[in-house]
């Protein structure tokens, strides 16, 4: 599909599960020609299958919201259009249904209550700050490695008490977790999974230090000694270890690179941000529509249903493009320009709906408007000076690397 015109491709050629087209950035066309044509889609043939598209906003909330009828459950194929190997599978509560979701859920919720992410403010705020005045004035540097990975692995490394000097690998395993063999990640499915083992024997460490200690704030003692998390195996162990580390990194790290890179392919809204610095509130919801960190999530049906026209079977995977939904203009206005003042910022699909939506929105905000604040006391300009590269990703819609200035 590389290279084909958007406008006249046949409909029952296109497949936006090629992660080609999100790492060279030729999606959108694609996408607005199945919001127009086809909102539902069903593809016959890709890499990972048969598969439907749900690219329109309301479409998606239909999905989103009736766990009854569309699975996340991982021994059903989980929440990605890859399914995974029968060897290899690994529930953790983002693929898994109500009630044991809601249960394992609630065990670490905690951690994200209003009370602890204020206690927990002064300590990425003082994070933040260390790594801003860290930055190099007047040369290039790379902002996705010096400030996006390095802010939310600090982050994670304080949810998790992991220690400190190492905590660059969870950035290693996080990578590592939504990796394709051939992406340049990893050469082989034998070895992403033997990395992730090896996630798992350091996670096990870990907890049996936490199990036989007093429960504490920190998100493994919250497993160890939670009822519903205490007696997992140990591939769901290792399952909801790799949906918190990804969940808490790859979200809240793409939308700190995609922000810097939206303000400068749109230099109005960053006047007007350097004369509002109030707007940060605002712009920080509308960098996570604008960037949409995670570009679906896949359900299966568990029974026959029709949706948009069409009828979808029992055990057919589900894919909501949360990427296409987001650029809706039926529901959202302009969906195509980055409007920092937008009248209901939060109004997008970054974040999924239903049971499933985000556990950490609020962290992830929290940690977008610190980084802005502390920003622009210090440097009211940062250019981006070269086209960032894009990783190669259906699901992640990530940055591998992202070169920047700070004018001297």
């Given at each position: 599909?590389?290279?084909?015109?958007?406008?006249?491709?046949?409909?029952?050629?296109?497949?936006?599960s090629q992660p080609e087209i999100f790492q060279n950035f030729t999606m959108w066309g694609f996408f607005d020609?199945?919001?127009?044509?086809?909102?539902?889609?069903?593809?016959?043939?890709?890499?990972?299958?048969?598969?439907?598209?749900?690219?329109?906003?309301?479409?998606?909330?239909?999905?989103?919201?009736?766990?009854?009828?569309?699975?996340?459950?991982?021994?059903?194929?989980?929440?990605?259009?890859?399914?995974?190997?029968?060897?290899?599978?690994?529930?953790?509560?983002?693929?898994?249904?109500?009630?044991?979701?809601?249960?394992?859920?609630?065990?670490?919720?905690?951690?994200?209550?209003?009370?602890?992410?204020?206690?927990?403010?002064?300590?990425?705020?003082?994070?933040?700050?260390?790594?801003?005045?860290?930055?190099?004035?007047?040369?290039?540097?790379?902002?996705?490695?010096?400030?996006?990975?390095?802010?939310?692995?600090?982050?994670?490394?304080?949810?998790?008490?992991?220690?400190?000097?190492?905590?660059?690998?969870?950035?290693?395993?996080?990578?590592?977790?939504?990796?394709?063999?051939?992406?340049?990640?990893?050469?082989?499915?034998?070895?992403?999974?033997?990395?992730?083992?090896?996630?798992?024997?350091?996670?096990?460490?870990?907890?049996?230090?936490?199990?036989?200690?007093?429960?504490?704030?920190?998100?493994?003692?919250?497993?160890?000694h939670g009822e519903s998390t205490r007696n997992m195996d140990p591939m769901e162990y290792l399952g909801n270890?790799?949906?918190?580390?990804?969940?808490?990194?790859?979200?809240?790290?793409?939308?700190?690179?995609?922000?810097?890179?939206?303000?400068?392919?749109?230099?109005?809204?960053?006047?007007?941000?350097?004369?509002?610095?109030?707007?940060?509130?605002?712009?920080?919801?509308?960098?996570?529509?604008?960037?949409?960190?995670?570009?679906?999530?896949?359900?299966?049906?568990?029974?026959?249903?029709?949706?948009?026209?069409?009828?979808?079977?029992?055990?057919?995977?589900?894919?909501?493009?949360?990427?296409?939904?987001?650029?809706?203009?039926?529901?959202?206005?302009?969906?195509?320009?980055?409007?920092?003042?937008?009248?209901?910022?939060?109004?997008?699909?970054?974040?999924?709906?239903?049971?499933?939506?985000?556990?950490?929105?609020?962290?992830?905000?929290?940690?977008?408007?610190?980084?802005?604040?502390?920003?622009?006391?210090?440097?009211?300009?940062?250019?981006?000076?070269?086209?960032?590269?894009?990783?190669?990703?259906?699901?992640v819609k990530g940055y591998a690397q992202m070169m920047v200035r700070i004018p001297g």
């Open positions: 599909m590389v290279g084909k015109d958007p406008a006249t491709i046949p409909l029952e050629e296109i497949d936006v020609r199945l919001r127009k044509d086809d909102p539902v889609h069903y593809c016959p043939n890709s890499e990972f299958g048969a598969y439907w598209s749900v690219t329109k906003y309301n479409d998606i909330m239909a999905v989103d919201t009736n766990h009854h009828v569309f699975s996340s459950d991982a021994h059903l194929g989980g929440i990605t259009i890859g399914d995974p190997d029968d060897d290899f599978i690994l529930p953790m509560f983002i693929a898994m249904d109500p009630p044991k979701h809601d249960a394992q859920r609630k065990v670490v919720s905690p951690i994200v209550a209003p009370a602890n992410l204020a206690m927990l403010e002064g300590t990425i705020r003082e994070r933040a700050i260390g790594l801003i005045d860290a930055m190099p004035v007047g040369e290039e540097f790379d902002w996705v490695d010096h400030i996006s990975i390095e802010l939310t692995t600090q982050m994670l490394a304080t949810l998790f008490d992991f220690p400190w000097e190492e905590r660059r690998k969870l950035t290693r395993w996080s990578d590592v977790a939504t990796a394709r063999p051939g992406d340049g990640l990893v050469e082989s499915e034998d070895a992403r999974k033997q990395e992730l083992y090896e996630c798992l024997a350091y996670f096990t460490d870990l907890w049996n230090q936490r199990v036989n200690s007093e429960p504490k704030g920190d998100l493994i003692s919250m497993l160890a270890i790799i949906l918190l580390i990804v969940g808490g990194n790859d979200t809240t790290r793409n939308s700190l690179t995609g922000g810097l890179l939206a303000l400068n392919e749109n230099p109005d809204q960053y006047n007007k941000l350097r004369a509002n610095p109030d707007l940060i509130t605002s712009m920080v919801p509308e960098i996570i529509r604008w960037q949409t960190p995670l570009a679906h999530m896949r359900r299966t049906a568990l029974a026959d249903i029709e949706l948009g026209g069409k009828q979808i079977k029992r055990g057919d995977k589900v894919v909501m493009w949360y990427v296409s939904g987001n650029r809706d203009d039926e529901v959202i206005e302009n969906p195509n320009d980055f409007i920092i003042d937008r009248a209901r910022p939060r109004q997008h699909l970054s974040f999924g709906f239903g049971v499933h939506r985000c556990v950490g929105n609020r962290l992830a905000e929290m940690q977008l408007r610190i980084v802005w604040e502390e920003l622009l006391k210090r440097h009211p300009k940062i250019e981006v000076v070269q086209p960032p590269k894009r990783i190669l990703s259906s699901f």
